[in-house]
C-alpha cells in the first residue's frame, strides 16, 4: 500500500516518492513551509519534522536560568575561592618585584649580543691581568687581522621591502537583460548553483521555471541557478 503525502495527504506513488523527516512527500510537496520554495534533499533544514529554506528557518531561542537560592549559593561560593586564590598567588609573588618580558626574535638578538660583548670583554680584561696590565691584547693568530667590530654592535636599520602594487582587476562585462535584487543570503547547495548575499545585484536573468531563474551575480561575477523566492526585480 502506497504512503499518503506529509503536506497534500496524497498517495504518493514510488516514481514521486521523497522520504524525509520521517515522511513520505510528492516532489513538489516538499517545500519550505514559510515561502513554498520547492526543496531537495541538500538544502533543506528540517525543525519539528517541517521542511524550512535557509532563510526562513526557525532561530532558537537560549533560555535563562532562574536565579534560584541555589544558583546564589554557587555563585558566591565560586567568588570567595576566586578571591582566595588571588590572596595566595599576590602573598607568593610579593617582594619579588619582577616582570615578565616576552622572549621576541628581537629580545633573543639583544641577549645573544649582551653575552658576546660580556666575553670580549672578560678575555680584554684576562690579557691585561696576564701581562701586567699595560699591553693591549693582541690575536693569538696573526692571519686573523685586526679585530672586527661586534655583529651586534652595528647600526641595524632594517628597511622594509615595499610591497608591489598590484594591478586593479579587470572589470566585469557590462550587464544585458533584466536585473534582481537579493533579499536574503543564499549559500550555493549544487555545483550548478549561486551564492550571493543580502543586497547583491542579479544581471543577465533568465527564467527557468516558478522556482528557480539563472543569472551572474554582479559583485563576485559568478553564474549559476538561483531560487526566485530570494531576489525582487529592480
Known amino acids: 500500500m502506497n504512503p499518503l503525502c506529509g503536506r497534500c495527504n496524497q498517495v504518493v506513488y514510488p516514481t514521486e516518492k521523497v522520504n524525509c523527516l520521517d515522511k513520505y512527500w510528492h516532489k513538489g510537496c516538499f517545500s519550505c513551509e514559510v515561502c513554498k520554495m520547492t526543496l531537495n ?4 533544514k528540517g525543525f519539528e519534522k517541517r521542511p524550512y529554506c535557509n532563510a526562513h528557518y526557525p532561530k532558537t531561542n537560549f533560555t535563562c536560568v532562574a536565579d534560584t537560592p541555589e544558583n546564589l549559593r554557587l555563585k ?14 599576590f602573598e607568593k609573588n610579593k617582594g619579588k618585584g619582577f616582570s ?16 658576546q660583548i660580556s666575553n670580549i670583554k672578560y678575555h680584554e680584561d684576562f690579557e691585561k691581568m696576564k701581562t701586567g696590565g699595560d699591553a693591549p691584547y693582541q690575536p693569538s693568530n696573526p692571519n686573523q687581522g685586526s679585530y672586527q667590530q661586534p655583529a651586534a654592535s652595528q647600526n641595524y636599520h632594517y628597511e622594509p621591502t615595499p610591497e608591489p602594487v598590484r594591478q586593479a582587476a579587470a572589470a566585469p562585462p557590462p550587464s544585458s537583460g533584466k536585473r534582481y535584487r537579493a533579499v536574503y543570503d543564499y549559500s550555493a547547495a549544487d555545483d550548478d548553483e549561486v551564492s550571493f548575499s543580502d543586497g547583491d545585484v542579479i544581471v543577465d536573468v533568465q527564467q527557468i521555471d516558478e522556482g528557480w531563474m539563472y543569472g551572474r551575480v554582479e559583485r563576485t561575477g559568478q553564474q549559476g541557478m538561483l531560487p526566485s523566492n530570494y531576489v525582487e526585480a529592480i
Open 76 to 89: 558566591q561560593q565560586t567568588k570567595m575561592q576566586s578571591q582566595v586564590h588571588y590572596r595566595e598567588d
Open 100 to 115: 615578565v618580558v616576552a622572549d621576541t626574535p628581537e629580545m633573543q638578538r639583544i641577549k645573544k649580543t649582551q653575552d
Open 41 to 44: 534533499m541538500k538544502n533543506y
